[in-house]
């Protein structure tokens, strides 16, 4: 776990503008340009660390892009507090958040609140930094322009997809990866065929789930039941009704 937090986002926020969060930044700009294309939809937002690169923004699937954040910067289009989110239910297609759930102080909260704002075929795409990895839990010990103190604690992978299912969303992808994992610095997507990567996953300093909204299925009424309202409602039995009609 992450032995300390930052009494503010802009304290947090700061480790990723720093020459140390580079090799961060390519890793998740790479990460990022192989998802973003994957999105469709009007409106997609971003919450969190500008770690994209402009690049990678350019190849997202949506027509429009904003980023939000709780702390303000020159690529912040709008300022949040990390508990409510200024949209409408329903009113957005994708939410991107690149390490939100760090800089927020109720990582929760603001996963509801994206569950509410996104549409009924929305998708969310989280990257999180994973607390109970080896670099989580040495950031304590690192010098103070070298740390990264979150402002809160982010949940686990399992967690957040736990959080995710009981929210109605499907988690789809998800990848671990982060500088020198595993001992060669690339991600690996989970469920891949590299098995022998699966027992370092608790060990990977970050991960990406991607999710979308559950479709609910219509399930047509049976036969029986088809006719019986029917027959509630004084109307004859016909054959498409599913059952043998009598003349």
Request: charged residues 25%; hydrophobic residues 45%; positive net charge.
């Amino acid at each position: 776990m992450f032995r300390f937090v930052a009494d503010d986002a802009q304290a947090a926020r700061a480790w990723f503008e720093s020459p140390v969060a580079e090799p961060w930044r390519e890793q998740e700009t790479a990460l990022l340009a192989d998802v973003l294309p994957g999105l469709t939809g009007y409106r997609c937002i971003q919450i969190g660390a500008p770690t994209v690169a402009p690049e990678a923004c350019e190849r997202v699937g949506t027509l429009r892009l904003w980023r939000a954040d709780v702390a303000p910067g020159p690529d912040v289009d709008i300022r949040i507090d990390g508990q409510n989110l200024p949209w409408a239910s329903g009113s957005v297609d994708a939410l991107i958040l690149v390490h939100g759930l760090e800089l927020c102080a109720e990582p929760p909260a603001l996963i509801r609140e994206c569950v509410r704002v996104l549409s009924p075929r929305g998708q969310l795409v989280c990257l999180v930094f994973n607390p109970l990895s080896p670099w989580a839990q040495t950031q304590g010990l690192r010098r103070a322009h070298t740390r990264f103190l979150p402002r809160s604690i982010p949940p686990r992978a399992a967690r957040l997809a736990d959080w995710l299912r009981l929210l109605d969303f499907e988690p789809t992808d998800c990848w671990r990866y982060g500088p020198a994992f595993p001992w060669f610095g690339r991600r690996w997507q989970a469920g891949a065929d590299s098995r022998w990567l699966a027992p370092l996953a608790w060990a990977a300093p970050a991960y990406a789930i991607v999710a979308r909204r559950r479709a609910m299925r219509r399930i047509p009424p049976s036969g029986r039941r088809l006719l019986a309202r029917q027959r509630e409602r004084d109307l004859a039995p016909s054959p498409a009704a599913g059952l043998p009609s009598r003349s």
